[in-house]
């Protein structure tokens, strides 16, 4: 099964996303598919038999591919300017030597609970040169890890430990980029939204003319890129009607990093995220130019954040014998472990100079169309519920995707 790097690797990515986002409903929320993923591939590199069969089928990877699949995953992100990705691994019980080999970019560290265990250092295989003696909190301990991955945009663990974990696995991402072409303060002003119940609000919204090749139709959506700012950037957008050139991003690592592409969804009046913002992920060969020589923006200043219980989904996923007691993952640990909770929290803010973004995923685990007319110049006013997508360099990649279904400034119903 191909990697993480790979074209392969990133339509998994893809496809878990679209088979996820259907399941959020159509309420306001952000997620990281790819942190997701990153996080449940960790896991399943530990996996063997039925359970990493099923692992598999939500991931497209398993053991040894899966541990190799993570390492690519960090070098690929690594490769987008403003991205960090991190991952970590808490346990009380002996996690194989073999296990921690094979995910040489994670850190390692014991629970305080693992001191009852009269076992030597070496039986935990890694713990970050911490004696038995200067164990800490381990609450205390993973926040301030989880501060320091996302740069404080999330504070803390997304589910507080309550002492029952034996092995808690945690992915954090943070992004943080300035737009390539950053929107005119002074023109900012509140202009109508219509949210998902139907109502219209004033809503502080940003405004500014992009080229016409920032935008394109995929179907019935309207999407719009807004490239940041990075080391290689200059090229401007993806593109409507084509998009970048084929096998772009294969050569992550090499040459200049390039920024991320943050990409705005509107799909027709009514429809869903589960429809919608797949189509930011479109294949160029989907997309349809908008035949105009510009756009007039209007785009609202919003922020999102969510948490969200995934292990509530991954049975509707295909997942079911990692979240109970006959789960085997015997090339993680001796001791028999399962899934007990998979919780993300997630949070995006777009403003006028950029976008920050900022995800941790925590596994805790227990024992036992057809062309429009030519115009001069289209307004595409996000007025209504629209998606936004941010996906790695490439364009291939979605990193956060998220969902605006009540006015920006006034809380969900």
Request: aromatic share 6%; glycine share 14%.
């Amino acid at each position: 099964m191909a990697g993480f790097g790979s074209a392969a690797g990133a339509e998994a990515v893809r496809e878990l996303a679209a088979r996820w986002l259907p399941r959020l409903g159509d309420r306001d929320f952000v997620v990281s598919p790819v942190g997701l993923w990153t996080a449940l591939a960790a896991v399943a590199s530990g996996a063997r038999g039925r359970t990493a069969q099923e692992l598999a089928g939500l991931l497209g990877v398993e053991g040894e591919a899966a541990a190799r699949a993570v390492t690519e995953a960090g070098r690929r992100l690594g490769g987008t300017d403003g991205v960090a990705v991190a991952t970590g691994v808490w346990s009380t019980v002996p996690v194989l030597e073999s296990f921690r080999r094979g995910l040489p970019g994670v850190r390692f560290g014991v629970l305080p609970e693992t001191a009852y265990f009269a076992l030597p250092d070496a039986a935990f295989g890694a713990t970050d040169d911490m004696s038995w003696g200067e164990v800490p909190g381990a609450q205390e301990e993973i926040d301030a890890w989880v501060r320091a991955a996302t740069g404080g945009r999330i504070p803390r663990l997304p589910l507080a430990l309550d002492g029952s974990e034996d092995l808690v696995l945690v992915n954090a991402l943070a992004l943080k980029a300035s737009w390539l072409t950053a929107f005119p303060a002074h023109l900012t002003r509140d202009e109508p939204f219509t949210d998902g119940n139907g109502d219209t609000r004033p809503v502080p919204t940003m405004r500014q003319r992009i080229p016409a090749g920032w935008a394109w139709r995929v179907g019935e959506a309207v999407v719009v890129e807004l490239p940041c700012a990075g080391a290689g950037a200059g090229a401007g957008a993806g593109g409507g009607g084509g998009g970048g050139a084929e096998g772009e991003g294969e050569g992550e690592g090499e040459g200049e990093s390039e920024g991320a592409r943050v990409r705005f969804v509107l799909g027709a009046v009514g429809e869903g995220p589960g429809a919608v913002l797949p189509a930011a992920w479109a294949a160029p060969h989907e997309r349809a130019p908008l035949g105009v020589r510009s756009v007039d923006l209007a785009l609202p200043r919003c922020t999102l954040r969510t948490e969200t219980l995934a292990h509530r989904h991954l049975d509707a996923l295909g997942v079911r014998l990692a979240l109970g007691p006959e789960a085997d993952f015997s090339g993680l640990s001796d001791t028999a472990l399962y899934i007990d909770k998979v919780v993300q929290e997630a949070v995006v803010e777009i403003a006028e100079e950029g976008v920050e973004a900022a995800a941790v995923t925590q596994v805790t685990m227990t024992r036992s169309a057809a062309a429009p007319r030519p115009v001069e110049v289209e307004r595409i006013a996000f007025d209504r519920p629209f998606g936004l997508v941010v996906l790695d360099a490439a364009g291939e990649v979605p990193l956060f995707a998220g969902w605006r279904r009540s006015a920006p400034g006034h809380d969900a119903p």
